[in-house]
């Protein structure tokens, strides 16, 4: 059961190729530091029993989703939505995360602090809500972004986020944001209200491949 007052982190280890390693570096790092909060961990079916077993050993809770996916030979894109979902969503693999976050947040508490991360490329080296009295109190700020490493990771020196921008809204709106670093989607800390709102609006003005 989750704890609805929270904190929780919220992630997605869609891939059965990951193994117990990658979640002693993710829910292990962060239980580590004494973090007794939800962790909350979407995978597909089929995972490797080793996988499974780390995330119940780590206390993670964990939802195995079942996507019906297509492969878009024009962009090489995939095309998913809910196994049997009426009506049927399609969107991008990258996309389908928000519909469990927004799900997920409405499990807690409007006062619950909640942390949006990556999985596999995710380690803690602390608790990351312990700064939260210092830096950042809700409700005067509702959410927190991250950008990646200045100067290395620009938006012109990332192929992936040109290739959206370009493919999104063109070469002229590229261009004019090309030199500015790159905001981090994957990480984003908020609270209820403040992530159910940022993943809200993402679907609003994300350009569908």
Request: charged share 20%; proline share 4%; hydrophobic share 40%.
């Amino acid at each position: 059961p989750h704890n609805s007052k929270g904190p929780a982190v919220f992630a997605v280890g869609m891939d059965k190729k990951l193994v117990r390693e990658m979640v002693k570096l993710f829910s292990g790092t962060l239980r580590s530091t004494g973090f007794t909060g939800d962790i909350v961990v979407a995978i597909y079916p089929g995972c490797k029993e080793g996988f499974v077993e780390m995330l119940k050993t780590t206390k993670t809770i964990t939802y195995v989703i079942d996507l019906d996916c297509t492969k878009k030979e024009s962009t090489r894109d995939h095309q998913c939505g809910f196994m049997n979902s009426q009506p049927r969503i399609a969107v991008s693999i990258n996309m389908i995360r928000l519909y469990m976050y927004k799900w997920w947040s409405t499990l807690y508490d409007a006062d619950a602090k909640i942390l949006l991360s990556d999985f596999r490329d995710v380690i803690f080296q602390s608790n990351p809500f312990d700064y939260i009295p210092l830096q950042w109190s809700a409700p005067d700020y509702q959410l927190v972004v991250f950008q990646e490493s200045f100067p290395n990771k620009m938006i012109y020196r990332c192929s992936h986020n040109k290739k959206w921008l370009v493919d999104c809204y063109g070469k002229d709106m590229f261009e004019d944001v090309a030199y500015n670093p790159v905001s981090c989607s994957g990480t984003v800390m908020g609270s209820r209200d403040g992530i159910i709102l940022y993943v809200s609006q993402l679907f609003r003005f994300c350009c569908i491949l």
